[in-house]
């Protein structure tokens, strides 16, 4: 059908024609078509056409009324006749038929108000309009229009709709109802939606069994813009029709669907994510046209990961779970996707100051729930890189550490030295280790080498006097006596790696052996390495 255009679109078009609406003292030619003299008689009525523009007609004195005329097509239409008050005081419009029955009458319609007569009207016949106005001369708008009446209007009549396809009509006239049918091909769910996309008022439709005109379903209430639809379960081979209608003219678009979900793909098939984070799947459902897209989502274990109505994911734990988008129309069809929920970050890694040895670093840290274990990495400073040197298996949360990377290679830590290291845990899936994120750099290192004492000295006034070898990397030494059962006890703590002497009187007698031990501070904690090969001496008090 054509589209009509608006009275305002016929008003900005005859305004710039005629320079504003000045009112001229005798017609002129508009941009795109006469204006017309209308008749003052029945007898003297001017014909009307249906010009894109419409009508527009001049008048320059109060009259008792213009006349015109138009004949309606020779098929079946609705006639759309639109008048406008441009400027003038109250007006008045009627319509009559050729033996004089009044058909329309309006006589409240001031400047810049419209009315419009919209009915089916007999094919081929000849109408009569006549205008008036108050008592001021001006000018006022007619546009007329023909739609055809394309839709059945009656159940015998009902128009025959393909499946699957999205119809556009119109309601052509206040008193228009469209009569539609069709056969359900196989049994199942169907469709029936009625998208008002152009009615000034509200639309209806309603749903009937052919045969015994039996009602299944009906809505009145579809605004502009607004969607009425509901879906049926419906038997093969029979036979349904509906009537739709409305207040005004206006087009919709109604759809009898039956296309159930083929297939859904989500945006990823697998994803990995860490604990407490989130991400969001979407989900594309094939065919673009199935009735129902909508879906439903889960989890098959909502330990490891939730999943809201919405495709976002939030893991909860580590491990492995699928995620399932479900078509909601029946179909059972079904989409997964695999998440793996990964450790989070370790923090409290430090190292032990107190277990370590000069051939080893003992590392902590704080364990988390649901891991099969944890990796430790050593700074390769060659490389300027993290390398695995060790993996303890459990829930596991300390390990005793002998080596390092140089240079891309695993070599022996050595006595004396600072190390740093970084922690991960993993979880196993499949046979596969998948890791959270290292922890933050923990710097630790080896207690010094074991020095040997050379030599004990017990001197008359009583003092002893003990020397050592130095032992490289050392911050100080502790001096220890053991005596003849085996108690071991500390002397004292001699400050400064050069110093390899201490004198001191015990203030006892007997027979001792003294040892010494090499500490070094690494960020303030000391790490104190073996006790070396001593010297025993008779001590005389």
């Known amino acids: ?43 003297t009525a001017q014909q009307l056409d249906t010009r894109e523009n419409g009508v527009y007609a001049l008048r320059t004195e109060s009259k008792d009324g213009d006349w015109y005329k138009f004949q309606t097509p020779t098929y079946a239409a609705y006639t759309i006749l639109t008048f406008r008050n441009n400027n003038m005081t109250r007006s008045e419009i009627n319509v009559w038929d050729a033996i004089d029955a009044q058909l329309y009458s309006d006589d409240y319609w001031y400047s810049n108000e419209d009315s419009t007569l919209n009915m089916k009207l007999i094919p081929n016949q000849v109408y009569y309009i006549r205008i008036s106005e108050g008592t001021t001369g001006g000018t006022y708008t007619i546009n007329l229009h023909f739609e055809a009446d394309a839709q059945g209007n009656t159940k015998e009549e009902a128009y025959e709709i393909p499946m699957n396809v999205e119809h556009t009509w119109s309601i052509d006239g206040n008193d228009d109802k469209d009569y539609a049918t069709f056969t359900a091909g196989k049994s199942g769910k169907y469709l029936i939606s009625l998208n008002n996309t152009g009615n000034g008022s509200r639309m209806y439709i309603y749903v009937y069994d052919y045969a015994t005109d039996q009602e299944l379903w009906y809505d009145d209430y579809v605004y502009n813009g607004e969607v009425g639809e509901r879906v049926f379960d419906l038997e093969a081979g029979h036979r349904y029709y509906f009537v739709i209608g409305g207040g005004s003219s206006g087009k919709y678009t109604i759809q009898v669907n039956n296309q159930t979900v083929e297939a859904i793909q989500l945006s990823e098939k697998s994803i990995k994510l860490a604990k407490g984070n989130n991400t969001t799947l979407a989900a594309q459902i094939a ?35 699928l995620i399932t988008c479900s078509a909601q129309d029946g179909s059972n069809v079904v989409a997964s996707c695999k998440v793996i929920v990964l450790p989070e970050k370790i923090y409290d890694v430090y ?21 099969d274990g944890y990796t430790i990495y050593a700074y390769d400073s060659s490389k300027k890189a993290y390398r695995a040197v060790k993996t303890v298996k459990n829930n596991v949360n300390y390990a005793k550490v002998t080596t390092t990377v140089s240079n891309g290679k695993s070599t022996k830590i050595a006595a ?9 845990a993993y979880v196993t899936i499949d046979g596969q280790k998948y890791y959270g994120p290292m922890s933050d750099a923990m710097t630790s290192g080896t207690a010094p080498a074991a020095p040997v004492v050379k030599t004990v000295k017990n001197y008359r006034n009583g003092n002893v006097r003990i020397t050592w070898n130095k032992s490289a990397n050392a911050s100080g030494y502790v001096i220890y006596r053991v005596d003849n059962s085996g108690y071991v006890s500390q002397v004292d703590t001699v400050i400064g790696g050069k110093r390899t002497s201490y004198t001191y009187n015990p203030w006892l007698s007997g027979r001792y052996t003294y040892k010494v031990a090499a500490y070094r501070l690494i960020n303030g904690n000391k790490y104190v390495g073996e006790k070396g090969k001593g010297k025993a001496v008779n001590i005389k008090y």
Not at 416 to 424: H, Q, S
């Open 287 to 321: 065919p673009s046209g199935a009735y129902n897209k909508n879906v439903t989502w889960g989890s098959n274990d909502s330990d490891i990961a939730t999943v809201d109505q919405n495709g976002t994911i939030v893991g909860k734990n580590p491990g492995s779970t």
């Open 1 to 43: 059908m054509k589209k009509r255009k608006g009275i305002i679109g016929c008003l900005l078009a005859i305004s710039l024609a005629i320079g504003g609406w000045t009112t001229p003292l005798t017609p002129v030619k508009a941009a795109t078509q006469d204006l017309i003299t209308p008749g003052s008689s029945k007898e």
């Open 351 to 371: 190292g032990d100051s107190y277990q370590a040895s000069s051939k080893s670093v003992y590392v902590k840290w704080s364990s988390q729930n649901n891991v």
């Open 416 to 424: 004396g030295k600072v190390y740093k290291y970084k922690v991960a």
